[in-house]
């Protein structure tokens, strides 16, 4: 009787042990079973995202090709005139250009927005013009190229992306925190006059309002406007890189679907990671004036600022 009572009393011990060490272990498997999915997600949603330059995988300005893992680069963000009413396709302009630099040793990024306005040197054109046309006449190869001609630093690689996956990606995140630097009203993505209105103050924008923000020129000037889309992008990495967003990867990736394109494989998105974490970024911008040239305005760029800013993000990157 003593022997079947402890070997009764093992056993409770080890269903105990079970019923603690159990939930933990299915816990594991399903994080592991959502973590190897999430991952299968983002390699398909790479993988239909990809978009090779016509000039190959290495720019001109660069002796060889880079590595993101362990070379400084260069990442042109574009935000395309395109999705909810709209349907421009190649033809759309851009509405956002910002160059991002990375720096590997510092973990340390310079973000350069570029006033959609500014009167650049296209050279596939062989010609000025405002530079969001570049896109609408020679797709991003066009923009690649204007900007290299413009800033004399390689762009290495770029990210593309419509109205409809700004809006989707923002949402999928539940939203992202920004401070709203004055109370306005703006058409939202279907072009509908004064269908957003925003308050002045810090707080949690949908996907229709960030792009509100972002894309607005009531509130001041386009290098303002241009800080406040760098903003907007910081707030989405800091949200993508929360560990409350870990269960939206998946809405994350859906949301991209066909509305973005990039050069960056998944592996090389990986290696961005430790940027996103860090978050070390400055904000630089051109200035200039405005100006009327036939009757069109341009916003003419101020000479000694541009050759400040291509050797501030030169010297980041480390080129001659």
Known sequence: MKYNARIEKRNKKKRKRFFIIAPILLLFFLVAGYGGFLTYKAISAADDAHMDLDRGGKSELREKAVDPGIDNITVLFLGIDDGGSRNFGDSARTDAIMLATFNRK??????????????VYQPDREKNDKINHAHAF??????????????????DYYVRMNFAAFIEVVDALNGIEVDVPLSFSEMDSHDRKN???????????NGEEALALARTRKLDNDIERGKRQQLIV????????????????????????????????????????????????????ISGQDEYINGVYYYQLDETSLNETKQILKQHLEIN
């Open 106 to 119: 510092d973990k340390s990024v310079k973000m350069l927005s570029i006033p959609r306005d500014s009167y």
């Open 195 to 205: 269908a957003i209105r925003l308050e002045k103050g810090y707080q949690t924008l």
């Open 234 to 285: 910081q707030g989405i990495l800091k949200k993508a890189a929360s560990v409350t967003s870990i269960t939206r990867y998946g809405n994350v990736f859906d949301a991209l679907g066909n509305n973005i394109t990039t050069n960056l494989r998944f592996t090389q998105l990986t290696s961005l990671h430790d940027y996103v974490i860090g978050l070390s970024t400055e904000s630089l911008t």
């Open 138 to 155: 020679n797709g991003i190869d066009g923009v690649v190229n204007t900007i290299e001609s413009l800033l004399d630093i390689p762009v």
